[in-house]
T-cell receptor
Framework: DAGITQSPRHKVTETGTPVTLRCHQT?????MYWYRQDPGHGLRLIHY???????DKGEVSDGYSVSRSKTEDFLLTLESATSSQTSVYFC????????????FGPGTRLLVL | GENVEQHPSTLSVQEGDSAVIKCTYS??????FPWYKQELGKRPQLIID?????GEKKDQRIAVTLNKTAKHFSLHITETQPEDSAVYFC????????????FGKGTRLHILP
């Protein structure tokens, strides 16, 4: 597996609390992505980054924000978690974006009560 | 934007038989079509991809075909084995215009003994 880690791997939180998920890579890839995976919906892109401080929205970005202050770290923040954000979150990296292979992290399982 | 439909959502085949998963896409400009495999509890991993300048690509027991006129592409797995049991995702994007891959909802493949 490519050098991608996610933390935490599991988290239980309460509605209304802020949550930050971290993706860390050691591959020096330019592109980083956050997806959520839910039964019946496949993988849906939340936000992605194409460089330090360069980010863009995906198809399900409402309620989420991201930051990338270093090449190796991409943070996903749920400002005020809701039960609908219970999901498995995957980070992915890609060297050049576009038609290049995406390498996924191990995932973070988030439960919002 | 791009929309990817994937069928069937669940597929069961006898070990040794072939399996076919089909996807359609909406954006005629899309030109890159990867397939990802996700084993239970694991991260998605790229297994094969095809670009629009070819109609078919093979890698051992797996192959992908592309029909640009009809805007559909398919994954073929021959001589299925127990380790082929997984969820398979197709995806599409237009290289050089976009960095956001759009995934289908996935197909859960069961290989029956």
């Amino acid at each position: 597996d490519a050098g991608i880690t996610q933390s935490p791997r599991h988290k239980v939180t309460e509605t209304g609390t802020p949550v930050t998920l971290r993706c860390h890579q050691t591959e020096n890839h330019r592109y980083m992505y956050w997806y959520r995976q839910d039964p019946g919906h496949g993988l849906r892109l939340i936000h992605y980054s194409y460089g330090v401080k360069d980010t863009d929205k995906g198809e399900v970005s409402d309620g989420y924000s991201v930051s990338r202050s270093k090449t190796e770290d991409f943070l996903l923040t749920l400002e005020s978690a809701t039960s609908s954000q219970t999901s498995v979150y995957f980070c992915a990296i890609s060297e050049l974006g576009g038609g290049e292979t995406q390498y996924f992290g191990p995932g973070t399982r988030l439960l919002v009560l | 934007g791009e929309n990817v439909e994937q069928h069937p959502s669940t597929l069961s085949v006898q070990e040794g038989d072939s399996a076919v998963i089909k996807c359609t896409y909406s954006d005629s400009a899309s030109n890159y079509f990867p397939w990802y495999k996700q084993e239970l509890g694991k991260r998605p991993q790229l297994i094969i991809d095809i670009r629009s300048n070819v109609g078919e690509k093979k890698d051992q027991r797996i192959a992908v075909t592309l029909n640009k006129t009809a805007k559909h592409f398919s994954l073929h797995i021959t001589e299925t084995q127990p380790e082929d049991s997984a969820v398979y995702f197709c995806a599409a994007l237009e290289m050089n215009r976009d960095d956001k891959i759009i995934f289908g909802k996935g197909t859960r493949l069961h290989i029956l003994p």
